[in-house]
């Protein structure tokens, strides 16, 4: 499946991955939530994350957005459950039918952080996994 990145993203790709050191899979530039989110390699996070969260912050510091880290997985159904963090996933269901659609349950009590601010999670859990895996939709069971 063939991805296209913005000149932007690809830039905000190689600034945070010389800062952090840790390989970057993918950069979403978000106006409409006003963030950047950036796919990190799997087993990659704590790199990114950096001691006390400091790597990230100073990317977000230089940059003055929010920055949302979403660890890449090989399948779609964990993908999805990486998504949606920091909300407690329990079980994701991929249906194809007519549309690719991921049913995630989600404990009742994160149901907020899994949606986000305004949609934002949520938001971006949809897109990524449309550019990576062909999913359709999220939804949040």
Not at 110 to 139: C, M, P, Q, S, Y
């Amino acid at each position: 499946m063939k991805r296209t990145i913005s000149d932007e993203a690809r830039q905000l790709l190689a600034h945070f991955e010389s800062e952090t050191d840790a390989t970057i899979r993918d950069c979403i530039v978000d106006e409409t939530h006003d963030q950047v989110i950036f796919l990190v390699e799997a087993g990659d996070m704590s790199a990114a994350i950096g001691p006390g969260g400091k790597h990230v912050q100073q990317v977000q510091d230089d940059l003055g957005k929010r920055i949302k880290l979403v660890e890449d997985a090989d399948t779609a159904e964990a993908f999805v459950a990486n998504a949606l963090a920091p909300a407690a996933v329990y079980h994701v269901t991929i249906s194809e039918n007519d549309d690719v659609v991921a049913y995630a349950e989600v404990e009742q009590s994160d149901t907020g952080a899994a949606i986000g601010v305004d949609g934002r999670n949520i938001d971006a859990a949809r897109t990524l996994a449309k550019r990576h895996f062909d999913v359709d939709d999220v939804e949040l069971t």
